[in-house]
């Protein structure tokens, strides 16, 4: 299906060359003079060759045929994720280099989006918010209690980030997956 390049957005499927690139970034640039442009970022599926391409506003791209549905994460195996189909049972498995850093958020039992292109998995969408315990934070230091001050946290599942300075270990804080960045407690 052809779409205008302007229309691509994060995590859309396009077929070039008949080669399949999934898009990491999608940037429509007006400049003051001249022609709008669409910077897109993508990474080739095949090798995950990450590729960057500028296209004028009005060009048309081939968008691919892609299968999006809800799977059960399973487990990992090695640098293999598992993944099962809630309706048919099916499982399905996503090799490291597709799942990225994403990974470090899957939970067993956890409902991601995955799309397929011929069966095979292409990319991974992940909730946009999950609950992780922080395992380990500086203690608070008197006067260090100011509004917007945030300290370095390491999470239970091995990714760091920044915390406001009332956090200590045993904590369950709300984690945005888009960026690792804090969102709030968690209210359980």
Known sequence: ????????????????DG??????????????????VTQLNMRRI?????????YRTTEVVE???VDQRDYTFLYKDGEEYHFM??????QLVARD??????????????????????GAPIALE??????????????VTK?????????????????????PTYITAGTRIVVLTEDGSYYERAKD
């Open 19 to 36: 080669k399949l690139y999934v898009v990491l970034n999608a940037e429509n640039i007006h400049p003051g003079k001249g022609t709008p």
């Open 46 to 54: 095949s090798d995950g060759v990450k590729v960057s391409e500028r």
């Open 126 to 139: 992940l909730p946009a918010r999950v609950t992780l315990e922080v395992v380990d934070t500086e203690p």
């Open 97 to 118: 280099d597709i799942i990225g850093e994403l990974g470090a958020y899957l939970a067993d039992g956890m409902t991601v989006t995955l799309q397929t292109h011929e």
């Open 1 to 16: 299906m052809k779409v205008q390049a302007s229309s691509l957005r994060k995590g859309a499927v396009v077929d070039m």
């Open 63 to 65: 968008r691919a045929t």
């Open 143 to 163: 006067g260090q209690t100011a509004s917007g001050s945030y300290k370095p946290a390491m999470l239970a599942n091995g990714v760091r980030t920044m915390v």
């Open 85 to 90: 189909n809630p309706e048919s049972f099916d």
